[in-house]
């Protein structure tokens, strides 16, 4: 693969030799003559702007119009005439023009019913060489559009050729850039030292020759130092920072990935990220970590975000704990949890909730739920125990509808609507069942509480 970046890098220095040559037969000796219906609307108004600048601007409005109807053979057309834009002497202009080009450019060419691979090769090709400050960025959107294409062997080319690219002094969003792709270089590394990885662990034989073993490690070895250079960055990381973790851990680096992990979790240089805290989580938890370092972790989880799926191992953590705060703390995690609309149909949750709230009861905690409850009195009625919520959940599964139906006893009385509907529903099938529960919510409501 390295001959191959060095024939691109020899072939690169030949097309910027020819960039006046490319340049010239990128533009098309058209004139911008747009059809009148597109001329008519424009304004009047400021005097400074030339009639070729305001012709260019309604064309390019018209391209725009014509992308979001998806009339591909329109926008082509138009993007022809607007290909004359680059001859503006003003830099700002030009830069514009170049983005809106590339934007719009590959945009086009992608969804061109008669548009094909060397178009889209060619046209990149030849916008790398108008705009050095274009670059860069050029090379790393034509390597995502090889990857979503499945080329990953010229991705790499393209992102290792990238990398070798000088010209000048970088600006600041082009060092910005250059990380980007040097990251989803080593990420490609990455890719091909798991896959020859997981083809080796399949393999019958369990002799790994010498040459294999030195391939991974030169694999290992690329991927590990670029991942690395990346996620030093600020920014969200996520898919660079398992990779990298992955590697770590393949090779029993185990601090150091715990270190890259709590790093990018806990660190004010990383954005505040919900997905850095669970893979610290699941990385702690794969190696046996004490349930006290699991807890500490998901607790701050839970308040970046109350309803993530691991809120249901937060709670199960929590209640295995001898300590009565944590087991205060389980009863606020499931309450959190069906606040939310994802969560409120689901079974398990309500479950786990009535348990919880019949052993507070048992323990004598019933301030606890009160606690819970308060905040919650003037919107839990209409969100969960509405009498449209009681028929609905009676019919698709009755004890599903019972275990509900007694924690709205609890919260708010047996005179509740979605208790009586159940209750009346319920009677005419499971009347010992429903007398007994009857009973209960009678003699542990909060209503009975606040009466003693």
């Given amino acids: 693969m390295d001959d191959e970046v ?75 005439n607007y290909f004359q834009t680059l001859e503006d002497s003003s830099p700002r202009s030009q830069s514009s023009a170049c983005e809106a080009i590339w934007r719009l450019g590959t945009t086009i060419l992608q969804h061109h019913p008669n548009s094909s691979a060397d178009n889209v090769e060619s046209f990149v090709r030849k916008m790398k060489l108008v705009g050095v400050n274009h670059y860069l960025k050029a090379c790393l959107e034509h390597a995502i559009h090889l990857l979503c294409s499945g080329k990953m062997d010229e991705a790499y080319r393209e992102l290792s050729l990238a990398e070798t690219w000088r010209y000048g002094a970088k600006t600041a969003a082009q060092q910005d850039v250059l990380k980007l792709i040097q990251g989803y270089r080593a990420l490609l590394d990455y890719y091909t030292w798991a896959k020859k990885n997981h083809a080796l662990h399949e393999s019958a034989n369990d002799a790994v020759d010498s040459t294999t073993e030195q391939e991974m490690h030169k694999y290992f070895r690329q991927a590990s130092f670029g991942l690395r250079g990346a996620v030093q960055n600020a920014g969200v990381w996520d898919p660079f920072i398992l990779s990298y973790v992955n590697l770590l851990d393949f090779y029993d680096g185990f601090e150091e990935a715990l270190k890259v992990l709590n790093d990018y979790a806990y660190d004010s240089r990383f954005p505040p990220n919900p997905n850095a805290h669970v893979y610290l989580y699941e990385f702690l938890k794969r190696h046996g970590s004490p349930p006290k370092k699991l807890m500490k972790v998901l607790r701050i989880l ?35 949890l069906l606040d939310f609309p994802t969560w ?58 019972y275990r509900k139906a007694m924690i709205a006893g609890i919260l708010m009385g047996k005179g509740c609507k979605y208790f009586i509907t159940i209750y009346q529903l319920g009677r005419k099938v499971q009347k010992v069942k429903l007398k007994k529960m009857r009973q209960y919510v009678k003699d542990h409501s909060l209503l009975q509480l606040s009466r003693c």
């Fill in 344 to 401: 409120k149909g689901d079974r398990s949750t309500w479950k786990h909730l009535q348990k919880q709230v019949k052993k507070a009861i048992a323990q004598g905690h019933s301030d606890w739920i009160k606690e819970q409850w308060e905040p919650r009195q003037e919107w839990w009625p209409a969100f969960h125990f509405s009498k449209y919520r009681a028929l609905k959940d009676f019919d698709e599964t009755e004890n599903y509808a």
């Fill in 6 to 80: 060095e024939e691109f890098v020899a072939e690169r220095d030949y097309f910027l030799a020819l960039e006046q040559a490319w340049t010239n037969s990128f533009r098309p000796e058209i004139y911008l003559k747009l059809p009148a219906s597109v001329l008519q609307f424009q304004s009047i108004r400021d005097g400074k702007e030339s009639g070729f600048r305001r012709t260019a601007n309604a064309c390019l409005k018209q391209i725009c119009k014509a992308v979001q109807h998806h009339d591909w053979q329109t926008a082509a057309e138009l993007m022809t």
């Fill in 302 to 336: 839970y308040h970046l975000v109350p309803s993530h799926e691991l809120m249901l191992e937060f709670n199960s953590l929590l209640l295995k704990s001898k300590i009565n705060r944590h087991h205060k703390e389980a009863l606020s995690v499931i309450f959190c």
